[in-house]
Structure formats: C-alpha cells, structure tokens
C-alpha cells in the first residue's frame, strides 16, 4: 500500500512503479465482445492485483503517495456545512461547488461520515460539479436522525429508513446526480437505484460488499466467523479495531476517529451490521441497469479481490482496484476521483 508521506514507492519497495506491469484497469474491466472481461481472468487467479490498476503511477498515485496528515475535522476551503430534515431526522450535510453544475453525491458508510471525502470534494468540485454527502443517520453529526423520527415511529435502523433519506438527499441537492456510495451506502444506493433510477447519472460502489445476503461470510480470514457473531458483537468488533488502529491511519486521522465516535449511536452501527448480513440480491438490477457503472476497491480490502472482481463481471461494470486497504477515499483520493471524472464524462 502507498502510505501517505512516502516517497513514490508501492508497497514492493519498487521506486516510480519502474517494474510494474502498468496496464490500466479500464483496458481489462471492459466487456470484451466474447462477453468476458479481465475480471474473469483475475477471478481464476491468473493475474495479480497490479495488473488491475495498482501498478498505475500516473501524477495521481504520485499525488496519493504524498498525502498530508491534515485535521479531519475541519472541512476543506469552500466547502458549506448545512442540514436536511429526512425523514429519519436532521442529517449533516456538507456542499461544494455551483449547485448549478452536474450533481455528484458522496454517501459514506457506518461509522463513516462526510468528512471521508475531504480529500476528495475540492477536485470534484474543480472539475464542474456540485458535490454533495451527508453522515447517514445515527452517525457523527447526524446522530440524532434515527427511527422513532419516522412517520410512524418505528424501532429500529432499516434498509427502507437509509434509503428514503438517500432518495430525500437527491431530490433535495436537485435530482439526478452521480452516485457514490462507499461499504455500507453502496448496498443502500444499490436499493435507492432499482426504486428511483431516474435519480442516478451513474453509480459507483466503492469498498462494497461483493456478495448479497450474509454480506460478512466471504471477509478474508474471519468469515467463517462472522456468521456466529450477533450484530452487537460485531458492532463491538468494528469499533474495537478501528480504535485500536490496525490499518495503521495518521495521527491527525486517527484523533478525528475517536472524536466521532463520541457521537455516533450504538445502536445504528449494531443495527446496520445486523442489515448487512442480510442484504439483498441486486445484482440483475445493476446488470440491466443502463448507467455507466464503476466497482472501486483496495488491493487490501476486507473482501479479497477476486470476489470484487466477479462482482464487477456480474453487474457489468468497470473495476478500479489501488494500493489501498478498505478506504481508497481517504488514501487514494486522486486516484479515485481520477476513474470517476471518466466515469461521470461517460454518463454525460
């Protein structure tokens, strides 16, 4: 993985990418004419994650491997903070850009917050787009938001409460938009597609879930555990090992973490693990759907690649994979908003 601070090195040591096989993903994750792709070849093992974009070192990867320790929770220069009554309750919402430009919306998952994309919004922005995201309900600033704000009151976080606010988010920033939903938001965007596709310019689904149903059970090396763990015990887990800082995140990173969740609700992170173990089978939606489509990973990811690579098979989309683990948002933010600037001009 390409650490922020290091010096144009991969994780070989290899300075420059010098020895790397630099075939861009994009030339092996679309449809071949025979129906096949790349992804069906690194399926079977044939080829390593290099040959599937990591080995990339273009002027965004040098950028990646440059990344400041900035302070999280101090939104970027131009960036507006604001709130939207959903129907869950009142979510934190950051923007940036003209609103009159071509809409892209940024949903973090759980134990996420908009603060994710700080790295990635001022270039979006740069670019010709409003930039929307938002804390989903029950999460840092949007703590609050949660069932019993629902009309009528219901007791517990659902698939059907995350979605309606994402659909309420996109009416609000102004209809149709380009649609990122990143871990558990990719699930919750997968939805809102099939119910309002009118709403998606194109969707990308980054750090997703690969498989449908117990989502957990194909996570390397604990899988096989996770479907004996409740949903409160795998909350405990999540939140144990992100503050024990096992993937290794700055400093500055590392302090904005424990500050959010000081404020993030128990009950919404025990309840969203409970719904990602059995989360639905939406592969044919997203393989009928029209719009171009964009499955974005870490080489390192908590689900091992060629899962994600037969899920981008399966739905028909283009797959990027970075020297990343399960947050190429915050390490890889160049990188990333460089594969959706060519996903969002193809949607234009």
Same mark, same amino acid.
């Given at each position: 993985?390409?650490?922020?601070?290091?010096?144009?090195?991969?994780?070989? &040591?290899? =300075?420059?990418?010098?020895?790397?096989?630099?075939?861009?993903?994009?030339?092996?994750?679309?449809?071949?004419?025979?129906?096949?792709?790349?992804?069906?070849? +690194?399926?079977?093992?044939?080829?390593?994650? #290099?040959?599937?974009?990591?080995?990339?070192?273009? #002027?965004?990867?040098?950028?990646?491997?440059?990344?400041?320790?900035?302070?999280?929770?101090?939104?970027?220069?131009?960036?507006?903070?604001?709130?939207?009554?959903?129907?869950?309750?009142? %979510?934190? @919402?950051?923007?940036?850009?003209?609103?009159?430009?071509?809409?892209?919306?940024?949903?973090?998952?759980? $134990? &996420?917050?908009?603060?994710?994309?700080?790295?990635?919004?001022?270039?979006? =922005?740069?670019?010709?787009?409003?930039?929307?995201?938002?804390?989903?309900?029950?999460? *840092?600033?949007?703590?609050?938001?949660?069932? #019993?704000?629902?009309?009528?009151?219901?007791?517990?976080?659902?698939?059907?409460?995350?979605?309606?606010?994402?659909?309420?988010?996109?009416?609000?920033?102004?209809?149709?938009?380009? @649609?990122?939903? *990143?871990? *558990? =938001?990719? $699930?919750?965007?997968? +939805?809102?597609?099939?119910?309002?596709?009118?709403?998606?310019?194109?969707?990308?689904?980054?750090?997703?879930?690969?498989?449908?149903?117990?989502?957990?059970?194909?996570?390397?090396?604990?899988?096989?555990?996770?479907?004996?763990? $409740?949903?409160?015990?795998?909350?405990?887990?999540?939140?144990?090992?992100?503050?024990?800082?096992?993937?290794?995140?700055?400093?500055?990173?590392?302090?904005?973490?424990?500050?959010?969740? #000081?404020?993030?609700?128990?009950?919404? !992170?025990?309840? !969203?693990?409970?719904?990602?173990?059995?989360?639905?089978?939406?592969?044919?939606?997203?393989?009928?759907?029209? +719009?171009?489509? %964009?499955?974005?990973?870490?080489?390192?990811?908590?689900?091992?690649?060629?899962?994600?690579?037969?899920?981008?098979?399966? +739905?028909?989309?283009?797959?990027?994979?970075?020297? =990343?683990?399960?947050?190429?948002?915050? $390490?890889?933010?160049?990188? %990333?908003?460089?594969?959706?600037?060519? %996903?969002?001009?193809?949607?234009?």
């Amino acid at each position: 993985m390409v650490g922020r601070g290091s010096k144009a090195h991969g994780s070989d &040591g290899r =300075a420059d990418g010098a020895k790397r096989d630099r075939r861009d993903i994009r030339s092996l994750a679309h449809p071949r004419p025979d129906g096949a792709t790349g992804a069906d070849e +690194i399926g079977t093992g044939l080829f390593g994650a #290099e040959h599937f974009g990591s080995g990339l070192f273009d #002027e965004a990867a040098q950028r990646d491997a440059n990344l400041p320790d900035i302070d999280w929770s101090v939104l970027p220069d131009g960036a507006s903070g604001t709130r939207l009554d959903a129907p869950s309750g009142s %979510l934190a @919402v950051v923007t940036m850009g003209d609103p009159a430009h071509p809409r892209v919306l940024l949903a973090p998952g759980v $134990t &996420g917050s908009k603060e994710d994309f700080s790295l990635m919004m001022p270039e979006l =922005a740069a670019a010709g787009y409003y930039v929307v995201s938002y804390d989903l309900a029950g999460q *840092y600033e949007s703590a609050d938001a949660g069932p #019993e704000h629902l009309v009528p009151p219901r007791a517990h976080y659902d698939y059907d409460l995350f979605v309606d606010d994402m659909i309420a988010m996109l009416e609000w920033s102004g209809g149709v938009a380009n @649609v990122l939903g *990143y871990s *558990y =938001a990719a $699930t919750v965007a997968q +939805i809102a597609l099939e119910r309002r596709p009118e709403l998606f310019a194109s969707i990308t689904l980054l750090s997703a879930p690969p498989e449908p149903g117990q989502g957990f059970r194909g996570v390397s090396r604990i899988g096989w555990f996770s479907g004996l763990a $409740t949903g409160r015990v795998g909350a405990a887990l999540m939140i144990w090992g992100v503050k024990q800082n096992f993937t290794k995140v700055t400093p500055g990173r590392l302090r904005f973490v424990h500050h959010r969740f #000081e404020f993030t609700r128990r009950q919404a !992170v025990r309840e !969203v693990i409970e719904l990602m173990m059995r989360a639905p089978d939406l592969r044919q939606v997203l393989a009928d759907s029209p +719009i171009p489509k %964009l499955v974005a990973v870490g080489e390192h990811d908590l689900w091992p690649l060629r899962l994600h690579s037969a899920f981008a098979s399966e +739905i028909g989309a283009r797959l990027a994979v970075y020297r =990343a683990g399960h947050s190429p948002c915050e $390490t890889s933010p160049h990188q %990333l908003n460089r594969d959706l600037l060519e %996903l969002f001009a193809s949607a234009a």
